[in-house]
């Protein structure tokens, strides 16, 4: 017969009433305790065997102490999220510099070994920098609350009243908090509220959109390139809001645009386009649709009839109707040979491919160079 000491029950039956008050209450464990699981280090091959992060004592532990000679390395997350907020302890030493944070809704890109997306920074070194947001996306790599040019930030442009505990301080931890919404950023230090960044045209803006970041992404600590830091964090908690109910939208009809669409072309004119001359060259309104009358005389004639829209647009779903007229004596690629550009980098093949077999990635709706089509489903022209 075993016998388990009355006093050591207390404590696993105290601990699992805990972490059950915690899951009633919405707050979902990223940190089991005892493994990794569920992270992954990403940075540069060599950095990774280095082991800078590991579990210590029911703690994740970044250890860098004498070996300075590293790049950016972060633990991440696997799951990725969008609304949702995240509490998690931290505890600093004083005989440690360096530098780190919590990265959110951020991206990690495998060729260029960089994490893309805001980032929380901690900095024991200057507690005033700890909650403020340096977006560490590439294009962007300044703080954004405060909003400064730069990487730098001086006492006066932090946070005005902050808490922050070393290792042999109290109980020696730190809590923190982070609150995200939509485009909006709230950080909680200690108690103490330390940011609230509304990012709205810029963590939604075309570049972050292009890093898929700002929005949505992974959770990431960081260790800074060159630090020696000796740092650990426990109990990360995230709770994920609700996601919002869906937009009601009129859907419209074949002849009305549903009505979050942006209308390109109602059928009367092109004052929502342009081409390089500056004249509409080779393009005119008939009968409620665009016709082009151009015909190519050289093969760099084409770059000044290009129909271009006024107005750029990033990620987009895009509907047209076309029509191409019957060329029964043409064949392969000068069958009614268009094309929708995108971004200035993607053309969509326009083509007569019924009946009109021609290199697959040149083939109707086919990204051209790149991808053929999934299917071939070109009507016969008119």
Not at 113 to 135: A, K, M, S, V
Not at 333 to 357: H, K
């Amino acid at each position: 017969m075993r016998i388990i000491n009355p006093a050591t029950l207390t404590l696993v039956l105290l601990a699992a009433v805990s972490m059950t008050a915690a899951e009633n209450e919405g707050w979902l464990p990223l940190f089991d305790g005892t493994t990794l699981k569920g992270w992954r280090v990403a940075a540069k091959p060599e950095d990774v065997a280095k082991n800078y992060w590991s579990v210590q004592q029911g703690t994740i532990t970044c250890d860098s102490r004498g070996r300075k000679q590293h790049d950016y390395v972060w633990l991440l997350s696997d799951r990725a999220f969008a609304d949702f907020d995240l509490k998690m302890k931290i505890r600093s030493f004083r005989e440690s510099g360096g530098n780190s944070g919590v990265q959110v809704r951020s991206r990690y890109d495998v060729e260029s070994y960089w994490l893309d997306g805001p980032q929380i920074d901690i900095h024991p070194p200057g507690p005033f920098r700890t909650g403020l947001i340096y977006d560490e996306t590439r294009g962007v790599r300044h703080w954004t609350f405060p909003v400064l040019p730069g990487s730098s930030i001086t006492p006066e442009q932090g946070a005005r009243n902050w808490k922050w505990r070393h290792s042999d301080e109290g109980d020696g931890w730190n809590d923190l908090l982070i609150e995200c919404r939509g485009t909006n950023i709230k950080t909680t230090v200690n108690g103490v509220a330390v940011a609230d960044y509304d990012g709205a045209g810029v963590l939604d803006d075309d570049l972050h959109r292009r890093r898929n970041v700002g929005m949505r992404g992974n959770i990431a600590l960081q260790l800074h390139t060159g630090d020696d830091l000796y740092m650990q964090f426990k109990e990360i908690y995230v709770k994920p809001a609700p996601d919002p109910q869906p937009a009601v939208v009129d859907p419209g009809s074949p002849t009305k645009a549903p009505a979050d669409a942006i209308v390109l072309f109602d059928g009367k004119d092109l004052s929502k386009w342009a081409t390089s001359d500056g004249k509409l060259t080779g393009w005119t309104v008939q009968d409620g649709v665009i016709l082009t009358t151009a015909r190519r005389e050289s093969a760099d004639q084409k770059k000044s009839w290009d129909l271009l829209s006024r107005q750029k647009f990033g990620s987009a779903q895009i509907h047209l109707e076309y029509n191409i007229p019957s060329m029964p004596t043409a064949t392969g690629q000068a069958r009614g040979n268009s094309g929708v550009y995108l971004q200035g980098r993607y053309e969509i093949q326009v083509l007569d491919s019924f009946q009109n077999p021609t290199y697959p990635d040149g083939s109707n709706a086919a990204l051209y160079g790149s991808s053929p089509p999934l299917v071939n489903a070109s009507r016969p022209s008119l």
